[in-house]
């Protein structure tokens, strides 16, 4: 039983850059989180997407996008890449309460370390 | 004010030593709490839920005072392996489903 994958692991872009990070949920998770976590800090909700459509949102700029596809899978763009956007990407994977069952436990990948130089 | 605050780390404590963490969070509307352990370099990893009622897991005692919106978890014979950052961390309902909201984390180190 696959964990929460993401992909790449690392990665290095100038300022001005876009950059997509990608993400697989665990098995039979069908709601993806994306976190970021500068050095440092806890991780910050950027959002979270459920069916294919973004249900919840923090306090990022419209610079940051992302979409689920129909397999759960997702993936986060950044646009126009500011230094201070250097930090560790996380993705996390749930279950839909809305489904029944109460887990409200997330499932993190190990994450993608972006650096903006 | 930050949504969920901690005690500023590090700690530093010897083995077997007990450690204390505190947290409060500021949204009266949170619902489900937890701590979560993050190594250095690696992704939050679930520690445990916390639950009005106090619960405990073998050394660890997690306990919840939601009038206080106050939140600890307490070590008892620390062990090297507890070394680690521990994130205080509330769940905010809305839309599909869990969004979490982290404190900036505690520092732990545990020495021999």
């Known amino acids: 039983d696959a964990g929460v994958t993401q992909s790449p692991t690392h990665l290095i872009k100038t300022r001005g850059q876009q950059v997509t990070l990608r993400c697989s949920p665990k098995?039979?998770?069908?709601?993806v989180s994306w976190y970021q976590q500068a050095l440092g800090q806890g991780p910050q909700f950027i959002f979270q997407?459920?069916?294919?459509?973004?249900?919840q949102r923090g306090n990022f700029p419209d610079r940051f996008s992302g979409h689920q596809f129909p397999n759960y899978s997702s993936e986060l763009n950044v646009n126009a890449l500011l230094l201070g956007d250097s930090a560790l990407y996380l993705c996390?994977?749930?279950?839909?309460?809305?489904?029944?069952?109460?887990?409200?436990?997330?499932?993190f990948g190990s994450g993608t370390q972006l650096s903006v130089l | 004010r930050k949504e969920v605050e901690q005690d500023p780390g590090p700690f530093n404590v010897p083995e077997g030593a007990t450690v204390a963490f505190n947290c409060t969070y500021s949204?009266?509307?949170?619902?489900?709490f937890f701590w979560y352990r993050q190594d250095c370099r690696k992704e939050p990893k679930l520690l445990m839920s916390?639950?009005?009622s106090g619960n405990e897991d073998g050394r660890f005692t997690a306990q919840l005072n939601r009038a206080s919106q106050y939140i600890s978890l307490l070590i008892r014979d620390s062990k090297l392996s507890d070394s680690a950052t521990y994130l205080c961390?509330?769940?905010?309902?809305?839309?599909?489903?869990?969004?979490?909201?982290f404190g900036k984390g505690t520092t732990l180190s545990v020495s021999s």
């Open positions: 996390a994977s749930s279950l839909n309460y809305r489904t029944g069952d109460n887990n409200e436990k997330l499932f």
């Open positions: 098995s039979g998770h069908d709601t």
């Open positions: 997407y459920y069916e294919e459509e973004e249900r």
């Open positions: 949204n009266s509307a949170s619902q489900s």
């Open positions: 916390v639950y009005s």
């Open positions: 961390v509330v769940n905010v309902r809305g839309g599909a489903g869990t969004a979490l909201i």
